[in-house]
């Protein structure tokens, strides 16, 4: 099945099997999805889960020009990406970004920077809830501390390794 | 003005809110909020701020028929 446009924002599960069984294109040699899955510490605290809000409207129309962006910039056959809202649990799926491209150094750069675009653009936050009843917001997106502007970003994927 | 606020910055205000004053950008709503508030200033120093599902910046001119969503930075992934 081929499968090119799928909701950003999603309150159910991500189904990253049912996502990539969509994703195979006859004229891509590589497909690469990456899952953003929560971790059960952060910075030494046990974590219960995460709970996401975004600001949907916005958040929903960044992800799709960050992906028709990389479908240009790539030549991908296909550019998915869909972000968990609501709590999701320790070991679950928060994001899913899939690529696939003839060759596979395109949908590797690819997915690398639309996750990077998502994480540090769109506008969707993480509430990090812990084992000991406590929560915080976190993690913030801090590239304006170096670039000194709010609206420009530092991604991992354009810096040498 | 019409001002939503999300994530962290619900630590400070309500969701939503409305304000009388009369302001021309973001730079003094910024000043208002931290009035009402002093505690969310430094996370107010590196909010986003758009109108109308578009990101703005300090020289757009505000009325008071917008709705204003502050942004504070992303943390999502």
Redo the contacts between chains.
């Keep these: 099945m081929l499968r090119d446009a799928v909701p950003a924002l999603s309150a159910d599960p991500l189904d990253v099997v049912g996502l990539l069984a969509g994703a195979h294109h006859p004229g891509a040699g590589a497909v690469v999805l990456f899952s953003g899955e929560v971790r059960d510490s952060n910075r030494g605290q046990a974590v219960l889960g995460l709970e996401y809000e975004a600001y949907a409207p916005m958040a929903e129309r960044l992800i799709a020009e960050i992906l028709e962006e990389a479908r240009a910039k790539w030549q991908l056959h296909i550019a998915i990406a869909q972000h968990r809202v609501g709590k999701v649990a320790a070991g679950d799926s928060a994001v899913v970004v899939i690529t696939a491209s003839a060759h596979r150094s395109e949908a590797y750069a690819a997915n690398r920077h639309i996750i990077d675009r998502i994480k540090h653009e769109a506008p969707i936050w993480k509430c990090e809830h812990y084992t000991d009843g406590t929560k915080e917001w976190g993690n913030n997106c801090n590239c304006h501390s170096v670039t000194g502007d709010i609206h420009k970003h530092i991604y991992e994927s354009e810096q040498r390794p | 003005m019409k001002i939503?606020v999300?994530?962290?910055l619900k630590?400070y205000f309500q969701p939503e809110f409305e304000l009388r004053e009369e302001i021309a950008n973001t730079d003094e709503l910024r000043a208002v909020l931290v009035k009402i508030n002093g505690n969310a200033g430094p996370l107010l120093s590196?909010?986003?701020f758009?109108v109308e599902?578009?990101?703005i910046?300090k020289n757009f001119k505000l009325n008071s028929h917008d709705t204003v969503?502050i942004?504070?930075?992303?943390?999502?992934?």
Excluded: K
């Design positions: 939503h999300y994530a962290g630590d590196t909010c986003r758009a599902e578009g990101f910046d969503v942004i504070p930075p992303s943390s999502g992934g």
